[in-house]
T-cell receptor, first 113, second 110 residues
Framework: EAGVTQFPSHSVIEKGQTVTLRCDPI?????LYWYRRVMGKEIKFLLH????????ESGMPNNRFLAERTGGTYSTLKVQPAELEDSGVYFC???????????FGQGTRLTVV | GQNIDQPTEMTATEGAIVQINCTYQ??????LFWYQQHAGEAPTFLSY????GLEEKGRFSSFLSRSKGYSYLLLKELQMKDSASYLC???????????FGRGTSLIVHP
């Protein structure tokens, strides 16, 4: 069975441009999470979907970030317009039920120049 | 908020035992995770503790003391492939979302 997959693995964009990250969770996992790790810092929670609904988006840094999960399958995270401080590794994770460990994808390394 | 503290880096010798500590200050503790992350790869789940005591799983064990706000991950019979970052993550305050520490980079040398 495929694990959590993320696309692209790397992205380099200029400040002001738009980038869309994609996450395909493990099939059947209703819970999907986005995290971000800025260099030198800890992995920080961004938001949590249960199926297609946003359960908790308290970690989203500002309104330049938009996450969607139409149909409750894959999810996208769009950054528009990107700023230099958005650089980091964006991780997606999924879990079958809420009170269990989450399975992480390999992350998308975003560099804004 | 939460405060999770781990050593930044540790080194150990192949075949040895290493203990990676994690201390936390939080209210409404609801579980502690350990994850392993090799460079450029996904964090992978190692262990989960919610009650005090030791959980053993092969070469890896994890211990929790809720009264002390303290956990450790014990790695036995170290192998070169155990060189990785080890992340401690704590759930609290009624949330199911864990908060991560900065991770401990473990270097295993021959």
């Amino acid at each position: 069975e495929a694990g959590v997959t993320q696309f692209p693995s790397h992205s380099v964009i200029e400040k002001g441009q738009t980038v869309t990250l994609r996450c395909d969770p493990i099939s059947g996992h209703d819970n999907l999470y986005w995290y971000r790790r800025v260099m030198g810092k800890e992995i920080k929670f961004l938001l949590h979907f249960v199926k297609e609904s946003k359960q908790d988006e308290s970690g989203m840094p500002n309104n330049r970030f938009l996450a969607e999960r139409t149909g409750g399958t894959y999810s996208t995270l769009k950054v528009q317009p990107a700023e230099l401080e958005d650089s980091g590794v964006y991780f997606c994770a999924s879990s079958q039920v809420l009170n269990t460990e989450a399975f992480f994808g390999q992350g998308t390394r975003l560099t804004v120049v | 908020g939460q405060n999770i503290d781990q050593p930044t880096e540790m080194t150990a010798t192949e075949g040895a035992i290493v203990q990676i500590n994690c201390t936390y200050q939080t209210s409404g503790f609801n579980g502690l995770f350990w994850y392993q992350q090799h460079a450029g790869e996904a964090p992978t789940f190692l262990s989960y503790n919610v009650l005090d005591g030791l959980e053993e799983k092969g070469r890896f064990s994890s211990f929790l003391s809720r009264s002390k706000g303290y956990s450790y991950l014990l790695l036995k019979e170290l192998q070169m492939k155990d060189s990785a970052s080890y992340l401690c993550a704590v759930r609290s305050g009624g949330s199911y979302i864990p908060t991560f520490g900065r991770g401990t980079s473990l270097i295993v040398h021959p």
